[in-house]
């Protein structure tokens, strides 16, 4: 039988990040993915990497997503260096624009709920974001500036990871799906592959949208896919240095010169097609947002899954059974969240104490939030 230290299942930014840091800590690992590496929501992203919060659900996750993007030079500097591929990390700020006739109270609301925050902030006249952006629409009424927010190539990162981990002796195993986790009582002994029994002192389940799809793993990580369409412009006459932002859309730049916009929010599945209202949505936003896209070239339109959870948090850390742990549920800021998330796990499957509160996000919650809903009769 196969034996290894640590058993790492799924491919994405997440999984190949853990199985990077898992190595770098002397671990024999082996990493599985039921597809080639890196070819789902990792690959369908957008790559911003912004810790501020998109709603107030959300603030909760603004200490780690601001551990993250400090982590992110330092991370990307190794990542690139193990693996001789650049990740396109642009750490250059970015800029939301408000339209309304009420910018400027929006505008005093959000600076205030971001310093509140501890999150660098600055507003700044439409006039003065023209100037630094000059594809901003004139019906821009105000901006917010986050000089210390960045973006990164998600598709390079994810691609520089898998290298990494294949020069760190990580063991890739691409189109091997796991079935499920091999559990004898409160243990999980390893996983199940085509039937057969692999061994591991560490399982970390990292399978994005599909995690809840493993046997043995739904009741930790209630994930479901939440549908996202993005469209990648081509545009010579458009310069642009930032991420822009405004409430319908964003627009990232990338170092080869296409422009990606998006995203689509949509509960409809694993469906992942293109759609006519998709690709309209993001193009009529986009073209407001900087009407010389107009003038773009569109080169690709496609759909990822965010993988989603119940309270939109994501799920980290060990299980009630022993050698189990998932890193999933990332939603809409998984590439974010990807070097705190293989730190937090790493520092777990050595044993030591993590620098991050992770406990808020731990796969126990939804035990608890099922016990508290039985005792209180609350159907479910
Ligand atoms: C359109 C869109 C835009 C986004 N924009 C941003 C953004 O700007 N910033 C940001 O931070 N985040 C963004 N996100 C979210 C981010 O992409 C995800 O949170 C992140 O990629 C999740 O990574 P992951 O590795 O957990 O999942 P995935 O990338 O989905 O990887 C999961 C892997 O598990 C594999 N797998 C599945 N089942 C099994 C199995 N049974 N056995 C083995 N392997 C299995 C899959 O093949 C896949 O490779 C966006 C997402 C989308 C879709």
């Known amino acids: 039988m196969k034996c290894y230290d640590a058993i790492v299942v799924g491919a994405g930014l997440i999984g190949s990040a853990i199985a990077v840091e898992l190595a770098r800590n002397d671990l024999r690992v082996a990493l599985f993915d039921s597809q080639e590496p890196g070819g789902e929501a990792s690959w369908a992203s957008a790559g911003i990497l912004s810790p501020a919060p998109e709603n107030p659900g959300m603030i909760s996750m ?4 601001k551990a993250s993007l400090a982590m992110y030079p330092e991370f990307v500097a190794q990542v690139e260096e193990l693996s001789g591929v650049a990740t396109g990390f642009r750490a250059k700020g970015t800029i939301e624009a408000l339209f309304s006739r009420h910018a400027r109270e929006e505008l005093n609301t959000i600076v205030a709920l971001h310093r509140g925050l501890g999150l660098n902030a600055e507003a700044i006249s439409a006039k003065e974001a023209r100037e630094v952006e000059p594809v901003l629409s004139e019906e821009v009424e105000a901006a917010v500036l986050r000089p210390e927010e960045a973006s990164v190539d998600n598709r390079l990162l994810a691609k520089a990871l898998i290298e990494a981990g294949r020069r760190s002796r990580v063991e890739i195993h691409a189109g091997a799906a796991v079935e499920a986790i091999w559990r004898e009582r409160l243990q999980c002994r390893g996983v199940v592959v085509r039937g057969e029994k692999i061994a591991t002192k560490h399982t970390v389940v990292a399978a994005g949208s599909f995690s809840s799809q493993i ?38 730049p990338r170092n080869d010169g296409r422009i990606l916009c998006g995203a689509t929010l949509e509960h409809v599945g694993f469906d992942k097609s293109v759609t006519a209202g998709g690709v309209h949505a993001n193009l009529d936003a986009a073209i ?12 690709e339109a496609w759909a990822g899954l965010r993988p989603d959870t119940p309270d939109h948090l994501p799920i980290l850390g060990p299980t009630d059974i022993e050698g189990l742990l998932i890193a999933t549920g990332h939603f809409r800021s998984g590439v974010l969240l990807t070097p705190i998330t293989a730190k937090l796990i ?35």
């Open 346 to 380: 790493g520092d777990l499957v050595a044993g030591k104490t993590p620098s991050v509160d992770w406990e808020k996000f731990s796969p126990m919650r939804f035990q608890a939030a099922k016990a508290t809903a039985k005792v209180s009769g609350t159907p479910r």
């Open 215 to 252: 046997a043995g793993v739904e009741e930790y990580a209630p994930v479901r896919p939440a549908k996202g369409q993005m469209v990648s412009l081509r545009c010579e006459a458009a310069r642009i240095e930032r991420v822009l932002w405004s409430e319908r859309i964003y627009a990232v």
């Open 62 to 65: 603004v200490a780690i997503g």
């Open 288 to 299: 407001e947002l900087a009407p010389i896209l107009a003038k773009a070239r569109v080169e």
